[in-house]
């Protein structure tokens, strides 16, 4: 991915893009289906980075992880490029992603491990404390579990959204319906989607200082009640 | 305004310091306020304005591209959602049906869909109650796609439900950027547009799907109207997340199924979540010219579906679902408590 896409990308999350650039990436990106990864990535990393106090990571270490994971040199160069003026994501995005890497694999044990945990009938059981856990797993891409059963054939799963669909809120109607249309691919492959929880985000436990990002302790599991 | 400053400054100081207290004590529930009238704006600016823009969907490190066109005419409400990657997918939703087309699955998926439907926002008009499960934030103003934005933050209070951060366009009150957040307010998954326009007039071809629908099989869906078996009606949750209450009691053919299958929906204000029940044990026993309805297993356990979850069971002998926009917990929470109220509790 060129160097000027990386930019277009990072001003667009930025909200600095200018119109006719937007639609030119649009573009690209309808096309393009590596770039979309790369665009969702670095959009979960932004947002990963935005929602928390940053760390300021050394810029050695940054560089040392890019190398590590894209064999691309890292924010020196653009650095330079732009006055000193580092966008968001560029000196954590390798950090960031061996961070998903890693999350998916305590994941997928963890997913293992809780498997039979699915039948808890109460979310304040110690159960589900483990999928409060998992819960705040984001910003990894899901881990394929070959173990879990995809349980829920697509096709059922479509009736039953549809059906409830039209009793949603605006915006719950259009997150839906925009997430049927995605899930395309995966209903594909599997007839159904495996039993993920959203996969994904990591405690803050297993990722010390690795992408600077700290997540706040969790909550209770449940609101007292007024 | 100078006469009573003349009179005297004692009688000024306790109204004054009362004024700067009620002041601070409302700083917060006014940004709220201020907060709820950005999202009613938004959910009129969605139902009845004329828009067509091109968004990313972002959603577990994945990207797709999609269309929106909305259309009110004559008080007539089409819309086409249609995904740019490649699947061809595409929904068309006019007043009284909501049609999917799915070529991959060399399917049409057609819902009759009632004429206040969700477009008019009967369920999203953010009421006072919502704040006691969700907080609303007003949060400043920032840049998206080169337009001023409102930011809103709906925060949900627990873990049963999710929350959304909303760009508003400040002319508009669009949403050009949405983000469904759970309640540690990180991202699920979010939609930014990178076009949006708001044109009078959008011609019906716009709103025509681009799908051949030769050699496809359409499955309509019954109404909203069916009647399901007495045993099944009597199906309710016992136990529910806080704030969740019942809205909506009936019964629905899904799919392909001989049985209507009971419909229960359940909100907080802000979140719904259906509950499906369905004869088990009947699902087999479709009409004779029904042949490509096959005994199907029990569905059991969790799946994802879209930006909400949906979870199975079986209770007494029923097949029971729940499907919504929330936490899996929360799918996982409703479907357990559901029981008959015409029966015993099994032990």
Known sequence: ?226 | MSKPLRRGPQWLIPCAAAGALAFALTQQSRGADDARAWLEKMNQALAVRNYDGTFFHLSDGRVETMRIVHRVKAGRVTERLQSLDGSGREFVRNNDELTCYLPDKHTILVEPRQDHGPLLGSLAHFGADVGEFYSLELLPTARVLGRSAKVIVVNPKDQFRFGYRLWLDENTAMPLKSQLCDSRGQVIEQIVFARLTMPDNIPDSELTPAVSTEGMRWVRQGTSTDTAPPALLAYRASELPPGFHLTVAGAQTLGAASIPAAHLVYSDGLATVSVFVEAQSDRKSGAAGQAQVEPEAPLQGLARVGSGFAFSTVVQGHQVTAVGEVPARTVEFIAHSVKSAGDPPHP
Request: proline fraction near 8%.
């Open chain 1, 1 to 226: 991915m060129s160097e000027q896409i990386r930019e277009q990308i990072s001003a667009f999350l930025d909200g600095e893009l200018p119109n006719s650039e937007s639609e030119l990436l649009l573009k690209r990106l309808t096309r393009d289906a590596e770039l979309r990864e790369s665009f969702g990535r670095y959009a979960l990393i932004g947002e990963a980075l935005r929602g928390s106090d940053r760390v300021p990571l050394t810029r050695g270490f940054a560089e040392r992880l890019n190398c590590a994971i894209d064999g691309e040199p890292a924010a020196a160069s653009v650095q330079a490029r732009h006055g000193g003026r580092p966008r968001w994501w560029r000196p954590v995005a390798g950090a960031a992603v061996a961070a998903g890497v890693a999350a998916m694999a305590v994941l997928a044990l963890q997913q293992r491990a809780d498997a039979p945990a699915m039948r808890a009938s109460s979310p304040v059981t110690a159960q589900n404390r483990a999928a409060v856990a998992k819960e705040a797993i984001s910003y990894t891409v899901p881990a394929a579990l070959p173990e879990a059963p995809a349980v829920l054939p697509a096709a059922r799963l479509t009736n039953y959204v549809f059906a409830h669909s039209q009793y949603s809120s605006v915006l719950g109607e259009r997150n839906v319906l925009s997430g049927l249309l995605a899930d395309a691919d995966e209903q594909q492959a599997g007839d159904g989607r495996a039993v993920n929880v959203p996969a994904a985000n990591v405690p803050a436990a297993n990722v010390p200082a690795a992408n600077g990002i700290r997540l706040p302790a969790p909550p209770a599991d449940s609101r007292a009640a007024p």
